[in-house]
């Protein structure tokens, strides 16, 4: 099978600075594949070099077989990449509808999309026409993950999603990513740092530590939550 | 005392027009485009060149607009594309493409000072005053102006691109926006609507090779105390415009002419976002 997202080599940083050093990984499509790693250790710079904010300084990325290497960001959208960044990741005085509109212009389509994840996140519905800067931080994250959803891309990279989100919300993203991959071949690479949210819904992890992968494995090894924990706290 | 509100609306208006492009251009692009005079004089041409054609004056909107509008289009794709990562540079080029504007109208016209005659003239009676007609067609065309941005703004793709481009860049790229193409396409709309501009101004000051430059500074200002908001344009326009027009009539006329630089830089300094709300 061609991988979703198959990374060989990758050194990337912000200008002469090198963030990210050797990187290798791979996802298939249908997998969720977790990035753990302290704050400051480059999770979201891999994600911001993967859309092309960022120079790919050594190695190559593909995605589903096809180098993307300097590849503009709106060119790695529109090649079925969905990306949820850590910050400022809404536009804060566009409407909820607005937001989606962005991504999907057919309102009917985004419509159904908010009726068929009501089931997880019913309050959008009712604020479609409201400012998105006016949505509580739980709503916020609601609908960064229709948002991500809506156009049905091929992968998903989602920065900390649960960060910050009360442990009901948290349940339900991972129930939703969950449906989502069981109903379509959604490759999600998921950079966290919460480990229990990751253990209920990774198929495998890396940890990222200084730049370099120190530890990967399958989430279904009985000792997966241990070596995380042990990779963190040190 | 009508006249007086009538003057205050309609140069409201003639600088909400001339400074809408600029506006418009800093918004998306984050940078000031000095150009902009150059387009301005440009339009003016554009409405002395149709005049010389023998063409209706009419003619001229139409002409002026899309002639200012290719010429953005190439400046954008020549000039300010490949200093979109450098934006002082970028300032800078388009300082220096104004100069050459300048220096090529000097070139195929001369340095002489012409007028072009207004489509209409004459003045109507308001409220039991006679007043300018092409005045009060301006207050209707900066309305106009408003209206149409607004509408292209709020009522199309692209206008919800463009406001995503304004708000975040980066965000609006990651999403699949090509902000290069909403880049594009906002310098030429703003180019097209200096040199329209350019022509509207012409019945009411000569044309001349340095008929832009004395627009640029007033319309900059308005630029900086409205920030990116047509509205805050609106409501800078009117004040500060309202302003000069009463510094000129009570004080002095050369007052009045430094007034919206000199007020603009005080509110500058109290309110650094002007009239924006944030
Ligand atoms: N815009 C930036 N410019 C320069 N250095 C940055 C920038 N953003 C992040 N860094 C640095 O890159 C390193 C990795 O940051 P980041 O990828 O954001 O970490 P993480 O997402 O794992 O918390 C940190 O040392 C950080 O200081
Ligand atoms: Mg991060």
């Known amino acids: 099978m061609t991988p979703a997202l198959d990374i060989k080599g990758l050194s990337s940083g912000y200008g002469e600075a090198l963030v990210l050093r050797d990187l290798s990984l791979m996802i298939q499509p249908g997998e969720i594949f977790a990035l753990l790693g302290k704050n400051g250790m480059g999770k979201s710079?891999?994600?911001?070099?993967?859309?092309?904010?960022?120079?790919?300084?050594?190695?190559?990325?593909?995605?589903?077989?096809?180098?993307?290497?300097?590849?503009?960001p709106y060119r790695m959208a529109r090649r079925s990449v969905a990306y949820i960044p850590q910050e400022k990741a809404l536009f804060q005085d566009l409407t909820v509808l607005e937001n989606l509109k962005l991504v999907m212009p057919d309102t009917a389509a985004i419509k159904a999309e908010l009726e068929r994840t009501a089931r997880w996140f019913p309050v959008l519905q009712k604020r479609v026409h409201q400012r998105a800067g006016t949505l509580s931080g739980g709503e916020?994250?609601?609908?960064?993950?229709?948002?991500?959803?809506?156009?049905?891309?091929?992968?998903?990279?989602i920065d900390e999603i649960s960060e910050g989100l009360q442990p009901s919300m948290v349940d339900a993203v991972s129930d939703v990513l969950r449906t989502e991959r069981a109903s379509r071949d959604v490759a999600i690479l998921l950079v966290e740092q919460n480990v229990p949210f990751v253990s209920s819904v990774a198929d495998r992890f890396s940890v990222l530590k200084q730049g370099e992968i120190v530890a990967s494995g399958s989430m279904a090894d009985a000792d997966a939550s241990a070596v995380i924990d042990r990779q963190l706290s040190v | 005392m009508t006249s007086q509100i009538l003057d205050i609306l309609t140069s409201a208006a003639i600088l909400y027009v001339v400074a809408a492009g600029l506006l418009i251009v800093f918004g998306v692009m984050k940078i000031i485009n000095f150009a902009h005079g150059g387009f301005l004089t440009m339009g003016g041409y554009c409405a002395l060149a149709t005049a010389d054609l023998g063409l209706s004056p009419l003619f001229?909107?139409?002409?002026?607009?899309?002639?200012?509008?290719?010429?953005?289009?190439?400046?954008?794709?020549?000039?300010?594309r490949p200093l979109y990562s450098r934006p002082l540079d970028a300032i800078l080029a388009t300082w220096g493409l104004g100069i050459i504007i300048g220096q090529l109208i000097t070139l195929i016209y001369d340095r002489g000072v012409h007028f072009v005659q207004s489509p209409i003239s004459g003045a109507v009676d308001v409220m039991g005053e006679s007043y300018s007609q092409y005045r009060l067609v301006m207050l209707v065309v900066a309305i106009l102006f408003g209206v149409v941005l607004a509408a292209v703004l709020h009522g199309t793709r692209l206008g919800l691109?463009?406001?995503?481009?304004?708000?975040?860049?980066?965000?609006a790229r990651g999403l699949g926006i090509d902000s290069g193409l909403v880049r594009f396409v906002t310098f030429s709309l703003g180019a097209g609507l200096a040199s329209l501009a350019g022509t509207l101004i012409t019945p009411l000051s000569s044309v001349d090779p340095s008929l832009g430059i004395s627009w640029l500074v007033n319309a900059f200002m308005l630029v900086l105390v409205s920030g990116s908001s047509l509205v805050s344009l609106g409501i800078a326009a009117v004040v500060l415009g309202g302003a000069q027009v009463l510094i000129s009539s009570y004080a002095n006329p050369v007052y009045g002419s430094m007034a919206i630089v000199i007020l603009a830089a005080v509110l500058l300094r109290v309110r650094p976002q002007g009239f924006a709300n944030d």
């Open chain 2, 161 to 171: 691109m463009t406001r995503a481009v304004i708000m975040n860049e980066d965000l």
């Open chain 1, 140 to 157: 916020q994250k609601m609908l960064l993950m229709v948002r991500a959803m809506l156009p049905k891309q091929k992968l998903m990279l």
């Open chain 2, 60 to 80: 001229a909107i139409p002409i002026s607009f899309l002639f200012g509008a290719v010429v953005g289009m190439v400046v954008e794709r020549l000039i300010v």
């Open chain 1, 45 to 72: 710079t891999l994600l911001k070099t993967i859309m092309g904010f960022l120079p790919v300084r050594q190695g190559h990325i593909q995605l589903a077989g096809n180098r993307t290497a300097n590849l503009p």
